[in-house]
């Protein structure tokens, strides 16, 4: 991405996090990046491409965070990570929940129905390299369970970075009520999140129906989202928001009667 594109891209996602999608003025972006406007028309053709092109930095930058360290988390109730290293390096942070996070082609290969899910394929933090903190599950090393915890979770960090986009985020999806063009392309990366997190629960368990897998992470999702909008406006402290989000990842896992269940229900 060029380096003025990306700028643009990192000012959109302030400004809309600011103000809202409706809210949002090439003048006050132009400014917010310190180009000009006529540069802001050269990368972008228009509000709906630059629209479109801040989601899907949005999900970029979550599929980043996801995979590396962040600061640790500031302010009353947040959550504190483990410091000890993986053996891969510093310990990962994870994504958002869609956060818009999640665009086309960033989870896992989709999962047909009755089909058996493909195991993950190598990356940053290889089997039994992810560390968790210690409010987190401990889920059985490498274990997509596990895997689908720690993504879910690092979306409620009291971060920077993570307010950000999830606040970002959230103004998208306020602003798709007005805008169809918008709520199209929200709807496919929603689609795809809900597909990520359906391929995380069905890895290793072939005979749950994925009619089942999709509903439990529709509930999910949704739940996060929920939870995400209640901690940036105040009403959860992020400890308790992470807190009922480990509890849902066990209703789920007990209800689906997942291999790795136990694990969850020993720490829930």
Request: hydrophobic share 40%.
């Amino acid at each position: 991405m060029k380096d003025r594109r990306r700028t643009i891209l990192e000012a959109a996602a302030r400004v809309i996090a600011r103000r809202g999608v409706r809210g949002l003025r090439v003048e006050e972006l132009a400014a917010e990046a310190g180009v000009s406007k006529a540069l802001v028309y050269y990368h972008f053709e228009d509000r709906a491409g630059l629209l479109r092109s801040t989601l899907e930095f949005i999900g970029d930058r979550a599929e980043r965070y996801t995979h590396r360290d962040l600061p640790a988390p500031q302010g009353p109730g947040a959550a504190v990570r483990d410091p000890a290293p993986s053996a891969h390096g510093p310990g990962p942070v994870v994504r958002a929940a869609g956060s818009a996070a999640h665009g086309p082609g960033s989870g896992p290969a989709r999962r047909e129905p009755g089909s058996t899910p493909h195991a993950p394929g190598p990356g940053p933090h290889g089997p039994g390299s992810t560390p968790h903190d210690p409010g987190t599950a401990p889920h059985h090393p490498g274990s997509a369970l596990g895997e689908l915890e720690r993504r879910l979770l690092l979306e409620l960090q009291d971060v920077p970075e993570i307010r950000e986009n999830s606040t970002a985020w959230g103004e998208l999806r306020a602003g798709a009520v007005f805008d169809p063009e918008l709520r199209e392309d929200l709807a496919r990366v929603g689609v795809a999140w809900v597909r990520e997190v359906a391929d995380l629960l069905g890895q290793g368990s072939p005979a749950v129906p994925d009619i089942e897998l999709v509903a439990a992470a529709e509930r999910l999702t949704a739940l996060l989202e929920g939870l995400s909008t209640r901690w940036l406006v105040g009403i959860l402290p992020v400890g308790h928001a992470r807190e009922l989000m480990r509890e849902a990842i066990a209703a789920e896992a007990r209800r689906l009667d997942l291999p790795d269940r136990h694990a969850v229900c020993a720490a829930g």
